[in-house]
């Protein structure tokens, strides 16, 4: 196979970081350009000494991001940058040739009006906003493998989206009322020096955040209503927990089926584990729990795996679905180099298993 | 103001231990005896030494319980116990004349058929059922001046009734479709060798459990059926998360009146806003968050006190409510100790700030 | 007993926050202005929602820092600024009246030299350095009795000087060799918006820092040079893990006699042990630990105790030392509501316990 | 390559976990079998869901331990097992051809009378011990490539012995006065369902336990003693702190020759330094810390490599120097697995990167 070369640019925040980690052992890419302002001239070794015993952290370095440079150097540029500036560098890279991946929110919404809606300002280039590909494996594959440009779903998305899609499509669960509680490790807000993510203002703590409209609803509705076919508007609650990485994200429907016996419930309950396993038996990176089990964070830490567990209840009727990931994996890095896989023809768990 | 004598049957759990900690330092209580099957023999101060510099806490040993012993030494008596265990300290307690707090789920419920239902077993004591009062002193503060068998409620249900009861009694709320989303941590487990509960399963880790059927339901039910006047089911999922001590709670709640513009949904909220100020406004242990605040339960640990915040959300017409506490005070042990306090005629807040 | 009037410069760090928490409530005390640049206008409710429900949180407002004005206000002004900028607020209170206990490192060493050695900078107000006393009460309480400036001790400093001062005053430890390995939560670090104290980059971390030459030294070695009646030379390693509070600290002594047998290390044990409880046996905040016991910051989290603990290996002849406090109580807060207590005459335990 | 069989007799705690995790991976090991008297007949995938998606997950059931039946199944087995139990197991087999790579404390000790000192016990197969090697590859890479019973060193010794023995053996330090203070993360604990390692006994806590005479003791003394040429008795404390993994450990050293000022330190710098790269530069597991970094088990943790930094302290002429380590990886199952590579004649770093 042939190798392809990459590069980062913002490679020193947190999904930067993990991005670094994956491509450097990725047997088809190779690490060839890594951007920071912050670091410009210094060496992966020397930022992330986690790295350094890596043939290539004592000589790759850090360079201000460029974005005409980067594309004659690269075959293919992840952006990991905030909303926002990261359109500004797709497009010349566009122009330039290479397929970008783009972890920002800046290609995820069709709508430019949307956009506007939920990030305040105008979108940057409304123009690419067709050209763009959810970058969602499980449901958007085949147009990964041809598109340029790829938007690499949110973490919170993610962890909502690949529970509560194959139950839409088959009109397992209503479109309307649905919840999603979902709690997130801190990394998710990001490398920044502010006080709210001290050490000590999150250690032993616990709390809610942005309700009732937080961003990431914008690309989770625009998704769910692509797989209801029809408008779908949900509720969902952010929490900030005291761990490094994980989102488990707790998700309240209605089934279209009422159910109270529990002969009802029993036969409601093979429909959806059949649904499921329809969707996701061959999937490399979902893991559907049998039995007693439920998702764990810590059990897909540092994996591109997302966990899936579900209960009936007999008494509300309603049906509980739980999820896990590692929000800078499957719900960031690990999921654009997934894309990345599918979109050069490379065996899809090439460097993340 | 006369001294009463207070004494702790299964001081040795993380409730029982809180409890110590409270009555070593409560103005008019003095604590007279504590029981441990396992420490029976040894001092507070051997078993705790963060009580070590306390007076008492190198003459004052624990013993084996005793409960016709008991009955003689103290006039109040605490039990901390396991559920189906303290009925069988309060009989013999009672017949002697102390008052009882029971920490346990043994007297909350007013039906031993739910009981058994919940608990899987039948009923230890179903005629005192009716003696006991449910030891929630913002819902039940002239009963518990009186009853001789206060039962404390449990720890997800204090965080869930305190947000729900003034909206289900105003009628601001629906009684139905009420989902509580909950967060504890480890501490709500107990102090018990299980693998489940060692540090390294624990850190780094988030986990929902006991979903759908938790048995706090129970108490939970039987009080919010009672607010609305009618009957109440709801959903309820508890995670365990890695902290210490502390519940932050998440409803999601749906107003009687429908509300989609800007002024109505400011109507609406001034409406709640009054009903909770009504209801708390003069309460020493609940918080009512202003502006732009949310609850955190870094804001609650080691107090009594229960912090409550409200959001409206026009895309949904729901109303979400969040709660924290800190389950070993205000979910139990502040609790049980603000009981005593309003049943001895003592101000509420003795030996809790 | 009369009340003073006491205020706090820089109330909004953690050394401050904490002792707003204590003096808030201290029976004698009344807290009439606390200052803070950042937070001026807002009231301590606004700031620290965890004081929300005390009777003058919602009254009591920071302010911009106005010595002259403070100078009239208050009996007592504490300051918790960083070195260098104490001392400007010091001189001008110190002329008003006032009683000052500062927190920094300004007013803790006699020497101006050795100040400007470890701090980098010259003194700023080196004429007050001989009115200044060291305020460690088990050793300086007279003097804290009657001086108006009163220089309150580092938080690693304590951990060390409290356990070795009685050894080298009764000569049962050599002077030279001492070593001290410190543990620090990561409040120590302060409330700084500062990548190196995220919560992702300390969690699940630990390391050494400040290594050979940390500031500390140097009124550690002038205490227990002071103590030995010749200068003492220390190693001294910090490190930060992955707690909001707390310090352990663990010391290599090498005792004067030289022991082997079991007989002579039982002989030496119970002279070190009788020097302990000549030293600390009536002091209230410090707990020495009995038979197998070994300190743990759990036990003194939160409270103005140090717990001590010593063991002889004569295996290799030295005599190890460790030591617990909360480096917020004890290390920093706790300790100069202690000194104020000494210096108004009254209760030593007063808002402490 | 050809493959070789492999098996792990006590998978279920947290080594044997992390062999599974390792060996599951391993490009030239075909993992035959685990063993675990608790979960005996179930999958993988349901005891650690962490590997569910690996393809044997749900084939590879644990097995009683049968050493005859290992035996044959196996060419390489592992024992992770307690002290005393192991040895009962390596008899038969070796016996049956196997190479045995212990994690165990069973073979680490050259004398049965040092064993008995320290364990408590008689040694279980003191014939054995001639035959066994100390599976540090850095020190006994040859004798590794040959031997058929490997025992695995301990997490301490290995964070100790790595820094210190190239030191001595260049006669650079002197060999008394040595002392070691180390902080490790409770994994290091076991998986074992005792109070003291629950969740909220080990968060927010630190201590020190094990003091003056710890086990590891006796490999390290063995060890330097074999490096320094004369017998070494070292100080050493060890400490748990709360995170999941990793060592931190402090060394204190006495140079053999005297350095007071900046000249003497530099030139002395520059001979550990060269000291150090003599004996680390090619070795894939140790990184040597440049410049102005510290060790941080965050940059080592889930890797096989052993960080280490020194400095020079002018003031009390020793030397500091400090390493980090995964206890799990570097200290245990990944040094076990670098052995595995090396007696095969594998790539060192098969399976470790």
Same mark, same amino acid.
């Given at each position: 196979?042939?190798?392809?070369? %990459?590069?980062?640019?913002?490679?020193?925040?947190?999904?930067?970081?993990?991005?670094?980690?994956? @491509?450097?052992?990725?047997?088809?890419?190779?690490? %060839? =350009?890594?951007?920071?302002?912050?670091?410009?001239?210094?060496?992966?070794?020397?930022?992330?000494?986690?790295?350094?015993?890596? /043939?290539? $952290?004592?000589?790759?370095?850090?360079?201000?991001?460029? $974005?005409?440079?980067?594309? *004659?150097? $690269?075959? #293919?540029?992840?952006?990991?940058?905030?909303?926002?500036?990261?359109?500004?560098?797709?497009?010349?890279?566009?122009?330039?040739?290479?397929?970008?991946?783009?972890?920002?929110?800046?290609?995820?919404?069709?709508?430019?009006?949307?956009?506007?809606?939920?990030?305040?300002?105008?979108?940057?280039?409304?123009?690419? @906003?067709?050209?763009? #590909?959810?970058?969602?494996?499980?449901?958007?594959?085949?147009?990964?493998?041809?598109?340029?440009?790829?938007?690499?779903?949110?973490?919170? /998305?993610?962890? #909502?989206?690949? +529970?509560?899609? +194959? @139950?839409?499509? =088959?009109?397992?669960?209503?479109?309307?009322?649905?919840?999603?509680?979902?709690?997130?490790?801190?990394?998710?807000?990001?490398?920044? =020096?502010?006080?709210?993510?001290?050490?000590?203002?999150?250690?032993?703590?616990?709390?809610?955040?942005?309700? /009732?409209?937080?961003?990431?609803?914008?690309?989770?509705?625009?998704?769910?209503?692509?797989?209801?076919?029809?408008?779908?508007?949900?509720?969902?609650?952010?929490?900030?927990?005291?761990?490094?990485?994980?989102?488990?994200?707790?998700?309240?429907?209605?089934?279209?089926?009422?159910?109270?016996?529990?002969?009802?419930? *029993?036969?409601?309950?093979?429909?959806?584990?059949?649904?499921?396993?329809?969707?996701?038996?061959?999937?490399?990176? %979902?893991?559907?729990?049998?039995?007693?089990?439920? +998702?764990?964070?810590?059990? %897909?830490?540092?994996?591109?795996?997302?966990?899936? $567990?579900?209960?009936?209840?007999?008494?509300?009727?309603?049906?509980?679905?739980?999820?896990?990931?590692?929000?800078?994996?499957?719900?960031?890095?690990?999921?654009?180099?997934?894309?990345?896989?599918?979109?050069?023809?490379?065996?899809?768990?090439?460097?993340?298993?």
């Amino acid at each position: 196979m042939t190798m392809k070369k %990459v590069a980062i640019v913002g490679a020193s925040g947190y999904s930067g970081e993990e991005l670094v980690r994956l @491509l450097l052992n990725h047997p088809q890419a190779e690490l %060839v =350009a890594v951007t920071s302002r912050q670091y410009a001239g210094q060496t992966l070794a020397q930022i992330f000494p986690r790295f350094a015993n890596h /043939p290539k $952290a004592k000589s790759l370095r850090f360079t201000e991001p460029n $974005a005409e440079l980067l594309a *004659k150097q $690269a075959d #293919i540029v992840f952006l990991a940058l905030p909303h926002g500036v990261a359109a500004e560098y797709a497009v010349p890279l566009l122009n330039g040739g290479c397929t970008v991946i783009d972890l920002s929110a800046d290609f995820r919404l069709r709508s430019a009006t949307v956009y506007k809606d939920f990030y305040a300002h105008d979108h940057p280039a409304p123009d690419l @906003l067709p050209k763009a #590909i959810y970058g969602l494996p499980e449901v958007y594959r085949e147009q990964i493998k041809t598109s340029q440009l790829i938007a690499s779903p949110g973490c919170y /998305p993610t962890s #909502i989206l690949l +529970p509560v899609i +194959p @139950l839409l499509r =088959a009109k397992l669960i209503k479109s309307a009322g649905i919840i999603a509680d979902s709690l997130s490790g801190v990394s998710g807000a990001g490398r920044k =020096a502010e006080l709210d993510y001290l050490f000590v203002e999150c250690n032993e703590s616990v709390r809610p955040y942005g309700v /009732p409209k937080h961003r990431h609803l914008s690309e989770i509705e625009q998704e769910l209503s692509l797989a209801a076919g029809t408008d779908v508007t949900i509720q969902f609650t952010p929490h900030l927990i005291p761990v490094n990485r994980g989102i488990l994200t707790t998700l309240y429907l209605a089934p279209e089926k009422h159910f109270s016996t529990a002969d009802e419930a *029993k036969a409601l309950n093979e429909k959806i584990t059949a649904c499921y396993h329809a969707a996701y038996a061959n999937e490399p990176f %979902v893991r559907l729990l049998d039995g007693k089990a439920f +998702p764990d964070t810590k059990n %897909v830490v540092s994996t591109n795996i997302c966990e899936i $567990a579900w209960r009936l209840d007999p008494r509300t009727g309603r049906l509980i679905v739980m999820s896990a990931e590692d929000n800078l994996v499957k719900g960031a890095s690990g999921q654009a180099v997934q894309s990345m896989n599918i979109h050069c023809g490379w065996p899809e768990t090439a460097g993340l298993i």
